[in-house]
């Protein structure tokens, strides 16, 4: 791919965190980019979530974050637990745990300069203006994609209330970047051959308490440390990340908790746990925000009373706004292309390829993507060479995902727990 002679104008189908790194990115080598984001509102909502902050995402933040904000908590020791609660193995292993939001915030302040409490005013005002324009045109989401002469047409169509949500529009892009995800409606509209996503087989229930609300035994563990619980059929981890409005502050932080369960999607329990307290069915994920059926709830803190060592057990029993995803995969393209369209447009994201948590590796692999993506941009590298890296990865980590995930759940964890019965049977049905 030859460096552009002028500025292009692209267009990024997505606005979460791996459409805004590449677009911050792209825009940055001074071409013009737009994204179009579904969400009806100017911001997309916290997700609650933690992230772990690998080597890709870390390089992308040292390279684009203008604003050089403070981003994450160290976890210097990895610990795996007993029923009981103590610990029956360590490790030497440091990593570093940030947040959806702050890594949002700190996005949109380098993409758009969006203002926020995250980011302290000195320093969005680092935030580089030049290069590109930057846009984040919400209440958009696009219905369609196709070639149009030298260019590529993106249809869309508003999901603003008030709006004509009927009325489909078109608009004309030099490039697309289509990083609408997992569920990639582009991927199955343009690569239809290519696997859709699948459930894995276990939830993943979430959420996170004030570390300020935490007994002392309960910090001894969790506190700049990455500790694991396994039993038959479970996994259960915990690690600090920072707390409102980023901040790294000791005491002010949250525990960010994560709690594998297996559940049959074609179960009540399934059902249940996927319906919010309003009556709407969830396909994908239970969103934050207070909305679990309250028996639901109550069952599940019974569980973590009755199957979890004392400092997780306190951790699930404080939480105020627990949610749920479910697990699942979604394995690369099986024609191994990323570039779409000759070449007018690429997958980036998680819709190339969908990783199980286990792996710690989705941010890490839109980071991977914002920051090889501008060397085919300038002509360091062919779109061939980027493809090959961007598979590689790609492949890697999606088949090490369902290993890890298949021993943790279905399998054997060589730290796991069978409560001291050496048959191993399953706690769950004690």
């Known amino acids: 791919m030859a460096p552009a002679s002028r500025p292009l104008d692209i267009i990024t189908i997505g606005g979460s965190l791996a459409g805004l790194m590449t677009s911050i990115s792209l825009r940055r080598l001074g071409h013009n980019v737009r994204i179009f984001e579904r969400s009806p509102t100017p911001l997309l909502h916290d997700q609650g ?13 040292n390279d684009y974050d203008e604003t050089k904000t403070p981003s994450a908590v160290p976890s210097n ?5 007993d029923k009981e609660g103590n610990v029956i193995h360590r490790e030497s292993s440091l990593q570093h745990m940030t947040s959806w939001d702050l ?14 409490e995250y980011i302290k005013p000195d320093h969005l005002s680092r935030a580089r203006r030049d290069g590109g324009q930057g846009m984040y045109q919400y209440g958009r989401q696009v219905v369609g994609l196709e070639s149009a002469g030298s260019k590529a047409k993106v249809s869309f169509r508003s999901t603003i209330d008030g709006e004509n949500q009927d009325d489909v529009k078109d ?15 582009m991927r199955q509209l343009l690569s239809p051959s290519s696997p859709g996503r699948t459930y894995a087989g ?22 700049e440390k990455f500790p694991f619980f396994h039993a038959k059929g479970i996994q259960i981890l915990a690690y600090v990340i920072p707390g409102p409005n980023g901040t790294l502050e000791q005491g002010k932080r949250k525990v ?6 297996n559940v049959d999607d074609s179960s009540d329990e399934f059902r249940a746990i996927m319906t919010d307290k309003h009556g709407a069915r969830h396909k994908w994920s239970l969103p934050p925000g207070n909305n679990m059926v309250e028996d639901v709830w109550e069952t599940q803190k019974q569980r973590a009373r009755d199957l979890l060592p004392p400092q997780f057990a306190e951790l699930v029993l404080k ?6 995803q479910a697990v699942t995969d979604l394995e690369p393209p099986s024609d191994g292309k990323v570039w779409l369209l000759d070449g007018k447009a690429v997958l980036v994201g998680d819709s190339v390829a969908g990783f199980r948590p286990h792996t710690a590796a989705s941010t890490s692999q839109a980071a991977l993507h914002a920051l090889r993506l501008p060397q085919v941009f300038r002509g360091e590298i062919s779109r061939e060479k980027y493809e090959e890296e961007v598979m590689d990865f790609a492949k890697r980590l999606q088949k090490h995902g369902v290993e890890l995930g298949n021993r943790s759940q ?7 727990s069978g409560y001291g019965d050496p048959s191993g049977a399953d706690p769950r049905k004690a």
């Open 49 to 61: 979530a933690g992230i772990v902050a690998g080597g890709d995402t870390q390089d992308f933040l």
């Open 77 to 81: 020791t990895r610990l795996y637990l």
């Open 103 to 116: 890594v949002y915030h700190i996005c949109r302040a380098n993409f758009d300069g969006v203002k926020s």
């Open 171 to 185: 608009e004309l892009a030099d490039f697309v970047v289509v990083a609408d995800g997992a569920s990639s409606e």
């Open 202 to 223: 276990y939830l993943a229930f979430r959420g996170t308490v004030s570390e300020a609300d935490i007994t002392p035994e309960a910090v001894a563990v969790f506190v």
């Open 256 to 261: 960010n908790w994560v709690w594998y369960w």
């Open 319 to 324: 939480t105020e706004s627990p949610f749920v």
């Open 410 to 416: 279905f399998g054997n964890h060589p730290f796991g």
